[in-house]
């Protein structure tokens, strides 16, 4: 398993996630580890500083991958990194 470390530059925090196999990118993550990580990257009620897991800036984005047919919510994100660097 691999660990990234996802960033926010606007509060200036860090979070690491432990990722799963993908398809794509470097690996996933479930809904639970992008609630906990948007918590502490942000945390902060009604702040729009970042989107998906709370990340701003640094090497990797988070976007959902799979959704719950039921209720519309991501299930799974996956983690990549645009400029295609790996840490
Ligand atoms: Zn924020």
């Given at each position: 398993m691999k660990t990234v470390t996802l960033t926010n530059d606007f509060h200036r925090t860090e979070t690491r996630v432990r990722l799963k196999p993908s398809k794509w990118g470097e690996g996933e993550i479930t809904w639970q580890q992008e609630a906990r990580a948007r918590k502490a990257l942000c945390g902060v009620?009604?702040?729009?500083?970042?989107?998906h897991a709370g990340v701003?800036?640094?090497l990797y984005v988070v976007e959902p991958?799979?959704?719950?047919?039921?209720?519309?919510?991501?299930?799974t994100f996956v983690v990549y990194a645009p400029q295609g660097g790996t840490a």
């Open positions: 009620d009604g702040c729009t500083c970042a989107g701003r800036g640094g991958d799979t959704w719950n047919w039921d209720d519309g919510t991501p299930q």
